[in-house]
C-alpha cells in the first residue's frame, strides 16, 4: 500500500554556473515548452545554412496569434562572422513571404497583415528599414533595453521589397 502524503522529495535550489548546469536547464525548458506544452510547434522556424555544408549560421521564428489578428517575429539570429552578408535581411524577407501567403491562405487578414516584433534598441533601424514602426514605450527584456516594433504589410508584395 502506497502512502500518497509522503511529501514532496529531497530537493536543492542552486543557481547554474557550469555548461552543463546551464544546458540542464534548457533542456528542462525545451521538455515543458517544446515537448509537453506544444508552444515551439504553434512557431514556423526558418533556418539559414550554408550550402553545400548545411552548416546552419541563422534563424528567425514567426508566430501566428489568428485569435489577436496578428503574427509575431521573434527570435532573429545570424551568428557573428555572418551578418555582414546580410543573412538578417535575408531572414527577414523570406518571414515576410512566408507571412504573407500564410495569411491569405488561412484568410487570417485582408489588405494587410500585422507583423509585431520586440527589438533590441540598437537594432530598432534595422527593423525600420522593411516598414516596421516603433509603438509604446521602450521596455527591459531580461535586462536589455527594447521597443515593441509593428509593420503593417501589404498582403500584395511591392515592387521594392
Known amino acids: 500500500?502506497?502512502?500518497?502524503?509522503?511529501?514532496?522529495?529531497?530537493?536543492?535550489?542552486?543557481i547554474a554556473q557550469t555548461p552543463e548546469e546551464r544546458q540542464q536547464c534548457i533542456d528542462l525548458r525545451i521538455e515543458v515548452f517544446h515537448h509537453?506544452?506544444?508552444?515551439?510547434?504553434?512557431?514556423?522556424?526558418f533556418l539559414l545554412r550554408?550550402?553545400?555544408s548545411l552548416t546552419p549560421v541563422g534563424t528567425i521564428r514567426a508566430v501566428n496569434f489568428p485569435e489577436k489578428k496578428y503574427y509575431k517575429l521573434t527570435r532573429l539570429v545570424v551568428l557573428k562572422?555572418?551578418?555582414?552578408?546580410h543573412f538578417g535581411r535575408a531572414l527577414v524577407?523570406?518571414?515576410?513571404?512566408?507571412?504573407?501567403?500564410?495569411?491569405?491562405?488561412?484568410?487570417?487578414?485582408?489588405?494587410?497583415v500585422q507583423i509585431v516584433s520586440g527589438s533590441q534598441i540598437p537594432v530598432k533601424d534595422f527593423y525600420a528599414k522593411?516598414?516596421?514602426?516603433?509603438?509604446?514605450?521602450?521596455?527591459?527584456d531580461e535586462g536589455a533595453p527594447h521597443q515593441k516594433m509593428v509593420y503593417n504589410m501589404p498582403l500584395q508584395p511591392s515592387s521594392s521589397t
Open 1 to 14: 500500500m502506497s502512502n500518497t502524503n509522503l511529501g514532496p522529495p529531497s530537493y536543492e535550489i542552486i
Open 36 to 45: 509537453e506544452q506544444n508552444l515551439e510547434d504553434k512557431a514556423t522556424h
Open 50 to 52: 550554408l550550402t553545400p
Open 130 to 140: 522593411f516598414g516596421y514602426e516603433s509603438q509604446g514605450p521602450e521596455y527591459d
Open 93 to 112: 524577407l523570406k518571414m515576410h513571404d512566408w507571412v504573407r501567403e500564410d495569411a491569405l491562405q488561412t484568410g487570417t487578414a485582408t489588405g494587410f
Open 81 to 85: 562572422d555572418y551578418r555582414k552578408y
